[in-house]
């Protein structure tokens, strides 16, 4: 048996909410990962079984490494098809936000989904959920809203309804936001849950290889070069730094979701208990932090970049050029010092 995490009155507002709604879109942050994308087709197959109306639209495109994973040929992309997603949210009874905590991570679809008269729901795991929905689902502790919307479902006595389609993207979601079960992985009902899912008939091998061992030769050949020639080492800060210009992701044939993992790379070194990952992207860098034991990356995005995320896990954003950004991250290193955890000698 599962312990319960998601409270009574909120399962119950949430049945009441579907049964109500047959119109339903699902909607998920930026630059979709896989949780992201897991969370939203997991809750799609199963509002299908429902017999309900259900669409995904996810802001902007997500990795080719995800379209394998059924239903995602269905998804609607915001940046590219806007005019019918904006009609479809605005159609909608009932929109699910899944893993994302404030509009802001929507980037241009926030107004639509703000502005959208339908019921929302926010199921995710971030800190400070926002207050644009009607029902917030919100449990930080938990390690993918993948796993939230399979608690979800069962609470609400649909076990049943999950079928191996909905299973596989859950699982895809529960994998990808834990690195394959190497971090905010230690819950025992972690392993409960996949138990069930495995039942379910999902193939965790194969998608594993499906996720991670399908990258293009320029993915590869790109992390070489980050990790040869793009790495600096802040032994005195336990940090490590990459970046890539514009110009060099070029020169690799750079596709969405093509750095994706890099950032976690420095961290297997000994020694290295935070890691930071910039890359320019047009007008933009996307930062990306992660780091191990107690650092708070989260207040470091928030601090320096104006971001946020999980305590390991954040991003950030910079307006600035990438210099600009660099020696931001150089200047404020040595205020985040007394967060560092050195060996007792
Ligand atoms: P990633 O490095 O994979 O893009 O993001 C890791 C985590 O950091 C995400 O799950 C999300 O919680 C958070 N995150 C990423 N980018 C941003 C951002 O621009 N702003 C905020 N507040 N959080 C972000
Ligand atoms: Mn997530």
Redesign the pocket.
Known sequence: MLSKVISEDLIRKTADALEKAERIVIVV???P?G?AVGSALGMWHYCMTLDKDPVVIVPTAFPDFFDWMPGADRIVVYEKDKEKADDLLQKAQLIFAL????P??LAGMAEAVVQAPAKKILVDH?LQPGDFAQVVISYPSISSTSELVFRLICRMGDFEKINLAAAECIYTGMMT?TGGFTFNSNKQEIYTIISELIKLGVDKDDIYRRVFNTYSEHRVRLMGYCLYKKMKIYPEYKAALITLTEKELLEFNYRIGDT?GF?NIPLSIAGIDFSV?MREDGEKV?????SQGSFP??RF??DV??????LN?????SYSSLEAAIDKFENSLPLFKDFLEFDEQ
């Open positions: 942050h930026v630059a990962d949780d893993d994302f905590n404030v802001q991570r971030h936001d994706e950032v990952f996307k930062i990306s932090l992660r990356a989260n995005a928030a970049f104006g971001g946020g995320g999980h896990a954040s991003g950030g954003e």
